[in-house]
């Protein structure tokens, strides 16, 4: 990947991050309530993968039509709420294994469990990353494997904007972990809202990618075209 690429996709994180914050300011009442709605849902635990998949697609409706629309969030629900306990299930393997060799090392001294516990750091923030984005993806529709795999890619070819993610993620849950309130009420909705936002601006950039390669091709194809024509009119 080129430093253009590279810096494109770094300034792509920061108007994420300052959309999603413009929709909160727009959009209080509901981001509230997803945020409350997220906080409770996730309480039994087990449920927090579909509880997150609902605080996404809550976020999404309200990103395009300023109203949370229930009947779109429950239908996602009902179509990918087995995949979404997967992705946290997955989600806690990672880390589980880094605090397993971590705390190895921590008691014996071993430099091999020091060295697997870093990369099971390592693997967690990645998945974490990677995992948000697919949550996304799967909120728009998207099949669960292309969610994971279009999450996955896109990580690796930015991957100063995977670190960057997870930076201002981390960032913003403990700014809302100062202020208190702001925690359960702002930060589950506004860390959904930078993820979709994230998303949508690579999918503008992708289709404008697309319409540029259009573009370039069509005096080819109009060339051809009219080489049909001729020889149609010709008879050769």
């Known amino acids: 990947m080129s430093d253009g690429d590279s810096a494109d996709a770094t300034v ?3 108007r994420a991050l300052a959309t999603a914050g413009r929709q909160v300011y727009r959009h209080p009442l509901p ?13 039994p635990l087990v449920t927090i993968g579909p509880a997150t998949l609902g605080a996404y697609s809550a976020v999404r409706s309200v990103r395009e039509d300023g109203r949370i629309d229930r009947g779109a969030v429950r239908e996602t629900l009902r179509a990918h709420w087995l995949d979404a306990v997967l992705f946290s299930g997955l989600l806690v393997v990672f880390p589980a294994i880094a605090v397993l060799y971590l705390g190895q090392y921590a008691a ?3 430099p091999l469990a020091g060295v697997l516990g870093a ?3 390592y693997l967690a923030y990645h998945a974490w ?3 948000a984005l697919a949550f996304v993806s799967l909120a728009d529709g998207a099949d669960p494997v292309d969610a994971v795999t279009g ?6 070819e ?5 670190v960057l993610v997870g930076i201002v993620t981390g960032t913003l849950l403990v700014v809302s972990a100062a202020l208190t309130i702001a925690l359960p009420l702002v930060f589950p909705a506004l860390a959904a809202a930078f993820h979709t936002e994230l998303v949508a601006a690579t999918g503008d950039a992708s289709d404008g990618d697309e319409t540029d ?6 005096p080819s194809v109009v060339g051809e075209d009219r080489r049909n024509d001729f020889s149609t009119t010709f008879g050769r």
């Open 12 to 14: 792509g994180v920061h």
């Open 31 to 43: 981001m509230v309530a997803i945020s409350v709605g997220w906080v409770l849902a996730s309480l």
């Open 108 to 110: 014996t001294g071993a």
């Open 119 to 121: 990369v099971g750091f």
């Open 129 to 131: 990353v990677v995992f």
């Open 151 to 156: 999450g996955y890619r896109w990580s690796v």
């Open 158 to 162: 930015n991957p100063v904007a995977t």
């Open 213 to 218: 390669a259009t573009v370039s091709q069509e």
